[in-house]
């Protein structure tokens, strides 16, 4: 399917392209479960000369919320950290600081299993009352992706594809242009792989400024049966994952990749990448497969971590 997909294909595509069940009926890991042992050690072969280009934007709590999403981040220091310990002063001192955040929204985040529910269930049929509660998420916490996520990463740069430094605020990505992103790049997205897809969000705002409505370039919910199809492990863009505005008047479907990749799926996200480095870096070397290293919280019961990716070429 390459055009705008009907609301009634979305909705079916929460059972069709279903994972509940290919790895347990008690499974948390998702689509992680296709990183094998044998994925991470080829993807150690894609490591050439060992350059590393930073995914993630820095997190300031002077500017804890620049895409107006909600996000908060505090950070309060500690000073006098010896004394305080102590109970005396010394010639040696030290700081120490508190840092909350919500990670979701603006920061470049990874979004768990447990962040998204559809009727009441999430990813594997985990009843949402079980797995959000106050105290924490009880299952599919981030603390499952322990082992990280190394594996190869991929760059689909579409806006290379028409030949235009950005897209569009609400062009819709669609299957055909990821596919054709592969034949002019030589890649080809495989079973494990990290899938990142540009699509220049943050180059046009840079140029342009923030757009009025919050319009935005992303993933159509035709692109679902294709990372069905690759088994792609993480999915992420540089920006919300989903076009806006939404291709659906349904609210309900309003963030397609989100409800069907979290639940359906059980494919990790990850949020507001920076990617415009890492396609330039691909370009110059004409390689668009690298080593990606993402190590997430260990942090039980939270549904997102803050992350900074890194790729290796």
Not at 12 to 41: A, F, P
């Amino acid at each position: 399917m390459s055009g705008k997909p009907q609301d009634a294909d979305v909705i079916g595509y929460l059972q069709t392209l279903s994972n509940w069940g290919r790895w347990g009926d008690d499974d948390r890991l998702g689509t992680l479960n296709l990183i094998t042992d044998d994925v991470r050690r080829a993807a150690a072969g894609t490591v050439r000369d060992g350059t590393a280009v930073s995914l993630s934007f820095d997190m300031d709590p002077q500017n804890p919320d620049p895409l107006g999403h909600g996000t908060q981040i505090q950070r309060y220091m500690e000073l006098n950290e010896v004394e305080a310990l102590f109970g005396q002063a010394g010639r040696f001192d030290a700081v120490r600081e508190y840092v909350g955040l919500i990670a979701h929204g603006s920061p470049t985040h990874l979004d768990g299993l447990a962040h998204f529910s559809w009727d009441g269930k999430n990813y594997n049929g985990f009843d949402a009352s079980d797995v959000r509660t106050v105290g924490g998420a009880t299952k599919l916490s981030v603390h499952h992706a322990a082992q990280g996520i190394i594996t190869r990463g991929v760059l689909l740069d579409i806006p290379a594809v028409h030949g235009t430094p950005w897209l569009q605020p609400g062009h819709a990505i669609t299957p055909d242009e990821l596919t054709a992103a592969e034949k002019r790049q030589g890649v080809t997205v495989r079973a494990g792989d990290a899938l990142f897809v540009r699509t220049g969000n943050f180059a046009r705002t840079a140029a342009e400024g923030q757009h009025p409505d919050d319009h935005a370039a992303g993933l159509s919910a035709a692109t679902l049966p294709f990372l069905r199809e690759r088994d792609v492990a993480l999915l992420s863009t540089d920006g919300q994952q989903e076009v806006a505005p939404a291709e659906s008047a349904d609210f309900d479907l309003r963030m397609p990749i989100h409800v069907v990749g979290l639940v359906a799926l059980g494919l990790w996200l990850v949020d507001n990448a920076a990617l415009d480095e890492l396609a330039r870096t691909c370009q110059e070397k004409n390689r668009w497969e690298f080593l990606l290293s993402l190590v997430p919280w260990r942090m039980i019961g939270v549904t997102s971590s803050a992350v900074n990716p890194v790729a290796v070429f």
